[in-house]
């Protein structure tokens, strides 16, 4: 697993592939954004430039501008007076919000979403469990990344969750750069998820035992950073 310090190094953008279809080239590069934002390709307190993001994704600076500017509304981003952007850096009382923001959200969509999870949804998710504990076996930090959140977005977005899903992607995408950055320190062998066990809980339909495990799959996971960890993350983003 690389360091942390090494992730910090620079920003680099890496084009997801999107259908070429009617939407616009400002929606384009929004789309690019949030996948880097997600994905963890921006690292808190690391700064850049409107006209190095449009460079890397080989854009004018206007679309770039235009997606920045919503990202930024969203909080996913902050602006800064020397026309640079960052991700905004992450504190204990701020990640403490969010898990709790997370728990609150997600177990209200799983308990939403349990009717309508089918034997071929519930195949599904079983398939992206099994990818994220090989993505851990092999220590493969981008993808344990994308399998993660894809096993979450997977289980919620499905029934009466339309209100609920924008909330979550909200929440994912002021967590996500830091969470990167986290695991890139502690290392994926100290992570530990209860996917199986809300899955286990799917098949029995058990709510009760489904909002234990996703509870405890957020509580156990960035909300156990111990105070040696914080010390050492702070040091690194100042």
């Given at each position: 697993m690389p360091s942390s310090a090494s992730t910090r190094d620079q920003t680099l953008l890496s084009p997801i592939s999107i259908p070429e279809t009617t939407i616009t080239r400002q929606e384009w590069v929004y789309r690019q954004l949030k996948e880097a934002i997600l994905s963890g390709q921006f690292v808190p307190g690391r700064s850049v430039?409107?006209?190095?993001?449009?460079?890397?994704?080989?854009?004018?600076?206007?679309?770039?501008?235009?997606?920045?500017?919503?990202?930024?509304?969203?909080?996913?981003?902050?602006?800064?007076?020397?026309?640079?952007?960052?991700?905004?850096?992450?504190?204990?009382?701020?990640?403490?919000?969010?898990?709790?923001?997370?728990v609150s959200l997600e177990t209200l969509a799983a308990e939403c979403a349990l009717p309508a999870i089918d034997s071929k949804r519930l195949a599904h998710l079983w398939r992206l469990n099994e990818q994220v504990d090989e993505a851990v076996e092999n220590r493969d930090l981008g993808a344990y990344l994308r399998r993660h959140r894809e096993f979450h977005f997977t289980f919620y977005d499905v029934g009466r969750t339309s209100v609920l899903m924008p909330l979550i992607e909200s929440v994912w995408l002021q967590f996500s750069p830091f969470m990167r950055l986290a695991i890139d320190h502690i290392g994926v062998d100290y992570l530990v998820d209860r996917h199986a066990e809300a899955l286990h809980a799917v098949e029995r339909h058990d709510i009760g035992a489904l909002r234990f495990a996703l509870e405890a799959d957020v509580r156990e996971g960035l909300g156990s950073l111990t105070e040696a960890d914080w010390k050492s993350l702070e040091t690194e983003t100042d």
């Open positions: 430039t409107l006209r190095g993001i449009a460079a890397m994704l080989d854009v004018s600076p206007t679309p770039v501008r235009e997606a920045l500017r919503r990202l930024v509304a969203e909080r996913a981003l902050e602006a800064h007076g020397n026309r640079r952007i960052s991700v905004p850096q992450m504190t204990r009382e701020k990640l403490a919000d969010i898990c709790a923001a997370r």
